[in-house]
Structure formats: C-alpha cells, structure tokens
C-alpha cells in the first residue's frame, strides 16, 4: 500500500514539475524574444514583466533559470553580460518574496531592488573586469537599471491583476499545481 501511494506521489511530482519547466522554458523565450524586438532606447523592460510573472507562476529557482535562459540567449546575440545579470538577481528575489508573502506588491518590490540596485552594483565590477569598462562608480549603472525594471515590474503586475480579475489566475495556478 505504501509503495503504491509512493510512486502515485512520484508521478503527481514529476507532472508538476514538467509543467514549471516547460513554463520556465516558455518565459524565457518570451523574455528574449520581447526583449530583443521591442524596447524603447537604454531600457527593455520585457524581462522584468516577465520576472513578475514567473515570481507569482514558478517560485524563485525555476524563475531563475526562466531569467538566466533570456539572458543567455541575448548574450548569444551580442549583448554584454548585462543580459544575464540585469534579470537574475530581480527574478530570484520577486519569486522568493512573492513565495513567502503570496503578495504581488512582495513579488514587484523584489524585482525592483533586485535589479534596480543588486543587478546594478552587481554589473559594475563585471563590466570593468570583462569589457575594460571602468564608470569610476559602482552606482553607475543603477539610473539605466531603476526605469527599465520599475516599468517592466508594473507591466508584470497589470496583467497579473487582470488575470486575477477575471479568475483566470487561480485556474492557471491550480492547473500548474495538478
């Protein structure tokens, strides 16, 4: 009896984890893609619309791999390191504060400070190390990070809203957890 209900929990396991790795693999694509055909100059706000999806959707970790995959594919493409580091940080955090509070306000304020100031002082010695980028600041790269994630973050939210809104968020939820 044991050993049946086991493997039933196995089973109902390796679905739900099926289903937030092809999620994953999903907002990673949409980051990149959105991020790399529509932006606005100095700032693509897409990744971080995305990072506060997948906080409410994923979790921290698989929100993670979702930020690190759009930034590889657009380091692939010919952007700088920035690409990977501008999205992490903010996707880890808005996934681990939504996880803790089930607040999106949690969810939009761990993106913000995860990129807007971490990804952003993070960026700096890496810059300098990897491209001879010196901008005599670690503070340099924060008023190119802050827009582009309060703008992305809040896009994230809106349509987080309107899917509660209208129910569809709770039966995407439940669907992802089967």
């Known amino acids: 009896m044991k050993t049946t209900q086991s493997k039933t929990l196995a089973a109902q396991n390796t679905g739900i984890s099926v289903r937030k790795m092809v999620l994953t693999a999903m907002l990673g694509g949409l980051g990149f893609v959105l991020s790399t055909f529509v ?8 990744q971080h619309f995305c ?20 930034g590889l594919l657009r380091m692939l493409t010919g952007r700088t390191i920035q690409a990977v580091v501008g999205g992490i940080f903010g996707a880890f955090l808005s996934g681990l504060l939504y996880q803790k509070t089930k607040k999106l306000l949690a969810a939009y304020v761990g993106e913000v400070f995860g990129t ?29 990070y802050l827009p582009a994630t309060v703008v992305g973050g809040l896009m994230g939210v809106a349509v987080i809203l309107l899917l509660k809104r209208s129910g569809a968020l709770k039966r995407m939820l439940e669907q992802l957890e089967r």
């Open 39 to 46: 932006y606005f100059p100095s700032m693509a706000p897409f």
């Open 51 to 70: 990072n506060v999806i997948g906080a409410v959707f994923l979790g921290p970790w698989y929100n993670f791999a979702a930020a690190l995959i759009t």
């Open 116 to 144: 807007g100031f971490i990804s952003a002082m993070v960026a700096y010695p890496l810059m300098k190390r990897f491209y001879g980028l010196d901008a005599q600041s670690p503070f340099y790269y924060i008023p190119f």
